[in-house]
């Protein structure tokens, strides 16, 4: 978070560290163009990062990968799924991350870099991302993971006596 010129993020660029910039929610424009006009990215990363509603992919560019993956989540009550989407943007010193809504899921990372000399302060930039990828992984296992159990009980449930809303709600899931 902050405000950043664009020679402010130019200057980045010149740092043999890795840089990590991560955008929750709604970007501004302005930003956005700022950020590719700075990164050098081509015009239809920037359309897909501002879009939030694209199907997953990775696009090679000469300069950096451009990733999209969905974000699952599920309600515990109930346990209906939302997808939001997760745009990295991986670079040789760097890594861009845009999430639409829950940026607490990216919490994890941000507490091991905050925690001294780790693997992932040790590493580059594709370590990063490799990390903010596994991370979009575990959510989607614990996903499959509930969903799994609201069966396995509905199963049992079934096996014990014939209901028409347990039809409904296996019908649902």
Known sequence: KGDFASGDLSSLLTHPTTHWIHLTGAVDPLFLQTLGTTFKLHPLVLEDIACRSERPKLDLYPAYLFIIVNLLSIDPKTFAI?????????????????????????????????????????????????????LVADHTFTVLNQLDLQIETLEQELTRTTKPLILQRIQKI
């Open 82 to 134: 939302t997808s939001e989407q997760v745009s990295l943007v991986l670079g040789k010193n760097f890594v861009l991350s845009f999430i639409s809504k829950d940026g607490n899921f990216i919490n994890p990372i941000k507490e091991r870099l905050r925690h001294g000399n780790n693997r992932i302060r040790q590493k580059e930039a594709d370590y990063l991302a490799y990390a903010i990828l596994d």
